[in-house]
C-alpha cells in the first residue's frame, strides 16, 4: 500500500484477504487515511481493492504481536512513530481492534498489530 501510494496510485489491490485486515482497513478509514474499499470474494484466499486518497507515508505490520499493557502504549508510541500526535498503532484487544487513541480511552491493553501514518 505504501508503495502504491508513493508511486501516486489511485486504488490498490491487497491479497490474501482476511478478517484482520478488513478491521485493520477500517480503523485507517475511521481516521481518514484511505478512501472506500471493497472485499472481493473469488472462492479462494480473497482480495480488497482500496481507494487511495493520497495520506499515507507509510505503514506497517510489527512481528511478532507483542503484548502492550496501558502503560507500555505511550513507549510504542515513541519507539515506532515519528513524532507525538501524528500516526496511530492499531492494537488487538479484548474489545476488537482499535488505535492506540482509543484503547487508551478504554483503558485496555492488547497485542500490537501494526502502525500507520
Known amino acids: ?22 478491521k485493520f482497513l477500517q480503523v485507517m478509514q475511521k481516521n481518514g487515511y484511505i478512501g472506500e474499499f ?4 473469488d472462492h479462494r484466499s480473497g482480495k480488497i481493492v482500496v481507494n ?11 512481528s511478532p504481536r507483542f503484548d502492550c499493557s ?24 479484548t474489545f476488537g481492534i482499535m488505535d492506540h487513541e482509543e484503547a487508551r480511552a478504554k483503558k485496555t491493553g492488547g497485542k500490537i498489530l501494526g502502525f500507520f501514518y
Do not use: Y
Not at 74 to 91: A, C, D, M, T
Open 52 to 62: 487511495l486518497i493520497g495520506r499515507i507515508n507509510k505503514c506497517g505490520v510489527i
Open 38 to 41: 471493497e472485499v472481493l470474494d
Open 70 to 93: 496501558v502503560r507500555e502504549v505511550e513507549q510504542w508510541v515513541q519507539n515506532v512513530l515519528p513524532s507525538r500526535g501524528f500516526g496511530h498503532i492499531v492494537l488487538t484487544t
Open 1 to 22: 500500500m505504501s508503495n502504491a501510494e508513493k508511486r501516486g496510485k489511485r486504488q490498490v489491490i491487497i491479497r490474501p484477504s482476511s478478517k484482520v485486515v478488513v
